[in-house]
């Protein structure tokens, strides 16, 4: 089984859990809204990267009137779920590696929340989701001032947080990134960058993780071009 493949069915074992949370204005993380709020115009497009189901097109919708949006996910079950939910939405199944289902178009903000401490290849989708960028990018990082650990013998999440007890077995890395380099591959990611900031909070790692580290920097970065 391939990363990719292995990746999208780890997905799969917490499919459930996306039926009541990350869905509305009031469970988005305050170092999300902190940028999110000010972000919010009339008329905007928006990606959303690792999309799980949709639930950032509800939060549009409880913020906006006017708004196109895009969600692509790894999980073919999690798709299926959002094209269910978000019938007025537009939605891809892609591979990590593959978007060639929107190739060639930029959209005003791009999204990518809650993936990127949870597979390996995070670098590579920054860099993709910047293509991607034709105003903002926002994405978010757990940092510490320690060195980057993204092996997964030693820090790994456990995928029974959405109650499927067989996704205790499956595992997917859990990257703490070093807080220096953070800053220095959010910027040699995006190109011609005009702005950029970060917002967080120090927070205990999720129960589903099993590392050394107990607290994290939980960093939301906002580049803007």
């Given at each position: 089984?391939?990363?990719?493949?292995?990746?999208?069915?780890?997905?799969?074992?917490?499919?459930?859990?996306?039926?009541?949370?990350?869905?509305?204005?009031?469970?988005?993380?305050?170092?999300e809204w902190f940028f999110?709020?000010?972000?919010?115009?009339?008329?905007?497009?928006?990606?959303?990267?690792?999309?799980?189901?949709?639930?950032?097109?509800?939060?549009?919708?409880?913020?906006?009137?006017?708004?196109?949006?895009?969600?692509?996910?790894i999980s073919a079950e999690?798709?299926a779920k959002a094209k269910?939910?978000?019938?007025?939405?537009?939605?891809?199944?892609?591979?990590?590696?593959?978007?060639?289902?929107?190739?060639?178009?930029?959209?005003?903000?791009?999204?990518?929340?809650?993936?990127?401490?949870?597979?390996?290849?995070?670098?590579?989708?920054?860099?993709?989701?910047?293509?991607?960028?034709?105003?903002?990018?926002?994405?978010?990082?757990?940092?510490?001032?320690?060195?980057?650990?993204?092996?997964?013998?030693?820090?790994?999440?456990?995928?029974?947080?959405?109650?499927?007890?067989?996704?205790?077995?499956?595992?997917?890395?859990?990257?703490?990134?070093?807080?220096?380099?953070?800053?220095?591959?959010?910027?040699?990611?995006?190109?011609?960058?005009?702005?950029?900031?970060?917002?967080?909070?120090?927070?205990?790692?999720?129960?589903?993780?099993?590392?050394?580290?107990?607290?994290?920097?939980?960093?939301?970065?906002?580049?803007?071009?």
């Amino acid at each position: 089984m391939s990363g990719d493949e292995h990746n999208a069915r780890a997905w799969g074992h917490v499919v459930d859990f996306f039926d009541h949370e990350r869905a509305t204005s009031a469970q988005v993380y305050a170092s999300e809204w902190f940028f999110l709020k000010d972000l919010l115009k009339e008329g905007i497009s928006v990606l959303d990267v690792g999309c799980a189901q949709g639930g950032f097109a509800g939060v549009m919708a409880e913020n906006l009137k006017d708004f196109r949006y895009t969600g692509i996910d790894i999980s073919a079950e999690m798709i299926a779920k959002a094209k269910a939910r978000h019938p007025m939405a537009e939605f891809h199944h892609v591979g990590e590696s593959d978007w060639s289902a929107i190739a060639g178009r930029r959209f005003d903000l791009v999204l990518v929340l809650g993936i990127l401490h949870l597979h390996e290849s995070w670098r590579d989708t920054i860099a993709r989701a910047w293509a991607h960028t034709a105003g903002t990018l926002l994405l978010d990082l757990r940092e510490h001032e320690g060195p980057t650990i993204e092996d997964k013998a030693i820090s790994s999440f456990r995928m029974d947080f959405g109650g499927d007890e067989a996704g205790a077995a499956v595992r997917l890395p859990y990257v703490i990134v070093n807080a220096a380099e953070a800053l220095a591959v959010v910027r040699g990611s995006c190109d011609q960058v005009s702005r950029l900031s970060h917002y967080g909070y120090l927070h205990p790692v999720s129960g589903a993780a099993e590392t050394p580290v107990d607290k994290v920097m939980a960093n939301v970065w906002c580049a803007q071009r």
